[in-house]
């Protein structure tokens, strides 16, 4: 039985699965004619074609530094599939609508509950999760995970995940209150050799914090794009 207010929030995310459901394919088009250009500088536009396009609601994670400030230790995020809207006008507004559904959920819905949630539904639009994990390489410190390998059309693929390193950052173009977009490079999966963060929406953490406060989560929504896959 889901929690009444679970059934409320999903009904607040119900643009999102609405958007997807105007046309007729909810997930899974093609993506040959997707690209990413007009990036702002330094991040460089991708040499390989598309493997993914996809939409995620979710928080980031901060800690409160010593010197009173907050320091990004993480993330957890749903991606829904965006192939099938990327050629429609609808597109460009996704970002806008997703934000101001997610931001509209109560706080009582936090990001693994939509996860879990999602996980028991039809889950043909959803993706995967993004989440850190310690760098396969080093053994030590975090990086960023987009794992398809539990849904969508990867889902039981083993390597339908990449596990990679920010290559470039910029400012969001959308102003200061969003996150910055960024270029990451793959270091393990086949998902992916490339991975784009961009028209990111909020996920900003307060200007400043009182040192020994708890972390906290800050929502926030992004288009996620990944090139050069070979699941
Ligand atoms: C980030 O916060 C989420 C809760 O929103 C938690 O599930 C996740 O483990 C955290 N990740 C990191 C790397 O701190």
Redesign the pocket.
């Known amino acids: 039985m889901l929690a009444f207010t679970t059934f409320l929030s999903l009904a607040a995310l119900a643009p999102l699965l609405n958007v997807s459901g105007l046309v007729l394919k909810r997930s899974g088009c093609s993506l040959s004619g997707v690209k990413l250009s007009n990036l702002p500088s330094p991040l460089v536009a991708p040499s390989s074609p598309a493997s993914f396009v996809g939409i995620a609601i ?2 980031q ?1 901060y800690t409160c530094s010593s010197t009173g400030t907050y320091t990004n ?4 995020a749903e991606l829904f599939d965006a192939s099938c809207v990327y050629n429609t006008p609808i597109f460009s507004s996704l970002p806008g609508i997703v934000s101001a559904a997610w931001e509209i959920a109560p706080p009582s819905l ?3 509950e939509v996860i879990s949630t999602l996980h028991g539904f039809s889950t043909d639009s959803v993706l995967g999760q993004h ?2 994990v310690t760098n396969p390489i080093t053994g030590s410190g ?1 990086d960023p995970k987009w794992d398809f390998t539990s849904q969508g059309a990867d889902a039981g693929k083993s390597d339908a995940f990449v596990v990679a390193a920010k290559v470039n950052g910029a400012s969001a173009p959308t102003g200061s209150q969003d996150i910055d977009w960024v270029q990451l490079g793959a270091l393990t999966g086949n998902l992916a050799k490339q991975v784009y963060r961009v028209q990111t929406r909020l996920g900003q953490p307060p200007a400043s914090c009182t040192v020994g406060s708890k ?1 906290i ?1 800050v929502k926030y929504t992004a288009l996620y794009y990944g090139f050069g896959g070979s699941v």
């Open positions: 979710g928080t994670n230790v993480g993330a957890l936090p990001v693994s989440y850190y975090i972390d989560q």
